[in-house]
C-alpha cells in the first residue's frame, strides 16, 4: 500500500489539487466501510501527499453522511500522521468576511446521531479533546496562509451543525451570542477521529457567508460564489504548508492513546485486538 505522512481532506469545492506528480488513485476499504473516493497519492513540491474529497468527486455526499471513520482510517493505514482539512463555513462576525480564510482553535459540537469515535464494542478509550486542532499544525497553516497574501484570521470558535438545511435565524443568533466565530457541517466528527488516530489534524475555514444572522439569507448560490475563489487560495496554503510540516512530531496529537486507554488489555478478546491493532497496537500486546 503507497505510503504518505501528509494527508489533505478537501471540502466543497476541492476536489483535486493541480501540481501534483507522480500520481496513482487507490480503491480502499477499512473495517469502518470505503472512504468517500479513491484516494490519489503523489507529491507536491516532493513532498509525498494523500488527498481524499470529503464529499467525493462531483459532492454526492452530505455532511450526515460522510464517512469520516473510513476516511480517517484509511489514512492512517496509509501512514498519514498530519491531515489538512479544508472546510467551507459562514461567520459570526463582521470582521471575518466572505472571501478570507480563518484557522480555528475550538469547537462546539452540535451534530446528532454522528458517531464520533472507532472505540465501542467492548474496548473504552477517553481521548482529551480540549484543544481540539494541532497548535503546531495550526501554525504551519496560519504562517502557510500570510505567505499566500490571503486575508486570514488567527484563532477562532466554530460551531459544527448537522446540516444539511443552513441555520435558522434564531440559532444564528444564538451562536453568535455565544461568541462563536463560524460555522459549518464537517469538522466533527473528523478531528475528534483524528485524535483518536494519533493524527495531527488543523483546518483551513475558507468563509463563504455571513450565515444568516445578517440581512441576506445564505444560500447555496451566495456560498458558491466564494467557493473559486477560496479554493484557489487554499490550494496555495496546502502547497506552501507541505514544504513546512515537520515530518518528526513533537506534539502530544502523536501519542494521544497513551493515557486514553481504560479497557484493560488483559481482558480485551483477540478479535478486539485485531480489530482496533492499527490504533492500539503499540499499547497492548497481541497475545
Known sequence: MPQAKIGVIGGTGLYHIEGMTDIHEMDVDTPFGKPSDSIVFGKLNGVGIAFLPRHGRGHRIIPSEIPARANIYALKAMGVEHIIGINTCGSFKEEVRP???LIPDQVIDRTQGRVGT???DGVVVHVSMADPFCQVLSKVLLDSA??????VHQKGTYVVMEGPAFSTRGESLLYKSWGADVIGMTIFPEAK???????????VCCITDYDCWKEENVSAEIIIGFIKQNVAIAKQIIKLAAGKIQLKRGCECASALKRAIVTAPAIMTLEQ??????LLG???EKK
Open 99 to 101: 472571501g478570507s480564510l
Open 118 to 120: 472507532f472505540f465501542g
Open 146 to 151: 500570510r505567505e499566500s497574501g490571503a486575508t
Open 193 to 203: 477521529l483524528a485524535r483518536e488516530a494519533e493524527i495531527c489534524y488543523a483546518s
Open 273 to 278: 485486538k485485531k480489530k482496533f491493532d492499527l
Open 282 to 284: 503499540q499499547y497492548i
